[in-house]
């Protein structure tokens, strides 16, 4: 028998004969169909190895490669333990006053358990606005205190970069050398030469310096932190891949997220393999079933996982109500004739496949249902010529105005960017401020504070997938959505930023303006049934159109 560590992912045993087979069948019984066989060979990932360091022979496991990852996870799996037993009993002892004095109790435990010795790594899926960012640094300051990291490297979206550094000096002001990794690929590198303390860049940028790092961890030790870490839920994506590789050669990681499974439970499984390098889901394949899988999914998070997850009325003295109103607005005049167009005639076409053709062109299928929606909200953008009033706008203009003589602050929601600059420019008079793609990091900064600090500017309007994260925006508490995308993330962080800490108002209001009759009564009922389901930390299983036929059913069940 002989065992061979073939990269940091995969390990093969090569065996013949009767061994072979018996070897066989016992990996089989404890990893499934993880593992992969050959002839005189049997590949697995490396991460199974403490589910079957029984089967090997004892000369196999003294080897420094596979004793070393025996021994990670076995410590790994002691110190889950303790972080089980510090979140049971609400413990706080290795957190020092210091921080004590400046976390929340809730945040403080929190802390404690991040901070437990030879964790190789934690999922900390509070809910948005509870403060994860402040239970990073405050987790990361003790790791570099006790020695046991020489420095932080945070991954976030781009929108938050200047956010991280502005919160380290708010909490440890001229403590810790920070170093943005802005700029173009040779600044990036150059970034992650430097002698810093905490390094911040944003997803696109850790493959430019995941060389230069990878090298430093040859003598430093590196906190790894993810932040909104439902972006590298798909594990193919190239983002995925190179954070993945950057992993491996960080000795902790922490993945923030208050939304880890926006669309279904297997959203969870890269984000738990970023934390704990693969220990969770070590033995798990996904399958044709996906009740099942979500079953396997469920278990193993509960037997193997770490994470933390409380709900801001778990943690946070005042929670205000949130209060859903759904307005039905019934299309009109040239605009109902357009949605109906549309809609026929993409009935008309979806009725002439069958499902194999359905699914080579749910590109398409999707274009045409996106334009349906943004009939609903601003038909302009589809047909340029269509001069009438958009029937959302003229009851936008009763509520803005009922809502703002009030002395309340408003939000407005759009995923279109042409809708957004109709909203500029007709509520002009309200001052807004904007953020969407567009908007750099100065200039969103200076959004929110004026939105946040000025009484003249009662309008804030934004594009969730820009500005649905990171932000506080609780000088308001009423939202309003003006349009829908069937990016369930973007709109369920979006909700946040009115329902979170520092929030005065009793209750908050989140106004979803709908065209009766039209896609938009489903695509408000799936976005909802995803909010709800994040209680669970648990999406829709349900990949949306699942054939030819619920397509169908929609257009048929609510046509005009």
């Not at 499934?32 to 005189?40: F, P, V």
């Not at 929190?110 to 402040?134: I, Y």
């Not at 990949?543 to 036929?549: I, K, N, R």
Request: net charge negative; charged share 25%.
């Amino acid at each position: 028998m002989k065992l061979e560590i073939l990269d940091e992912e995969e390990a093969r045993i090569t065996c013949s004969g009767m061994e072979y087979l018996k070897l066989k069948s016992a990996l089989y019984d404890r990893i499934g169909s993880a593992l992969s066989a050959g002839k005189n060979s049997l590949s697995f990932p490396v991460n199974s190895l403490p589910l079957i360091e029984d089967l090997l022979s004892s000369d196999i496991k003294e080897t420094v490669s596979v004793e070393t990852i025996l021994q990670l996870y076995g410590r790994h799996a002691s110190a889950r333990h303790r972080v089980g037993q510090i979140l049971e009993n609400e413990l706080t002892d290795n957190v020092s006053e210091h921080w004590k004095e400046l976390l929340d109790p809730a945040q403080a435990v929190a802390v404690s358990a991040m901070t437990v010795p030879d964790l190789l790594g934690l999922c900390l899926f509070d809910e948005q606005g509870s403060g994860k960012t402040v239970m990073a640094i405050s987790a990361f300051d003790l790791l570099k205190t006790q020695g046991a990291i020489d420095a932080m490297v945070v991954v976030c979206p781009k929108s938050m970069m200047s956010e991280w550094p502005k919160d380290i000096e708010r909490f440890l002001p001229g403590k810790y050398n920070v170093e943005i990794a802005e700029g173009d690929k040779r600044n990036k590198y150059q970034s992650a030469l430097k002698n810093f303390d905490v390094l911040v860049t944003n997803y696109e940028g850790v493959e430019h310096m995941r060389i230069a790092l990878s090298a430093a961890a040859s003598n430093k030790s590196y906190l790894l932190v993810v932040d909104e870490s439902y972006y590298l839920k798909n594990s193919e994506s190239l983002r995925s891949e190179a954070a993945n590789r950057l992993r491996a050669k960080c000795s902790k990681c922490y993945v923030l997220c208050g939304t880890p499974a926006p669309n279904s439970a297997y959203d969870l499984i890269n984000q738990f393999n970023l934390a704990d390098s693969g220990y969770t889901f070590s033995c798990f394949r996904k399958s044709q079933d996906a009740d099942k899988d979500r079953e396997q999914i469920a278990e193993l998070i509960e037997q193997r996982g770490t994470f933390i997850r409380r709900v801001k009325s778990d943690i946070l003295e005042h929670v205000p109500d949130k209060n859903f109103h759904v307005v039905r607005i019934p299309l009109t005049g040239r605009q109902a004739l357009m949605y109906e167009k549309a809609r026929a005639d993409l009935e008309l076409e979806l009725k002439g496949l069958d499902n194999r053709t359905f699914k080579k062109k749910l590109v398409t299928y999707f274009q045409r249902r996106a334009a349906l929606l943004q009939i609903c909200s601003n038909p302009a953008s589809v047909d340029p010529t269509m001069t009438e009033l958009s029937v959302k706008l003229k009851h936008l203009d009763e509520l803005l105005e009922k809502l703002i003589s009030q002395g309340r602050k408003v939000i407005l929601w759009s995923f279109y960017k042409q809708s957004l600059d109709e909203l500029s420019a007709r509520y002009a008079k309200y001052k807004p401020v904007r953020i969407d793609g567009s908007v750099d990091a100065k200039s969103r900064k200076e959004a929110v504070k004026l939105f946040q600090e000025s009484p003249d500017t009662m309008l804030f309007i934004g594009n969730p997938a820009a500005a649905g994260a990171g932000i506080t925006l609780h000088a308001s508490y009423d939202a309003v959505y003006v349009s829908y995308s069937n990016q369930a993330a973007h709109y369920l962080q979006s909700l946040d930023r009115i329902h979170r800490r520092g929030q005065k108002a009793r209750e908050v209001n989140y106004y979803l303006l709908v065209c009766e009759g039209t896609i938009e009564e489903t695509e408000i009922l799936r976005l909802r049934g995803k909010e709800l389901a994040q209680h669970s930390l648990m999406g829709d299983d349900i990949c949306w159109p699942t054939s030819l036929d619920d397509a169908l059913q929609e257009l048929s069940y609510i046509s005009v």
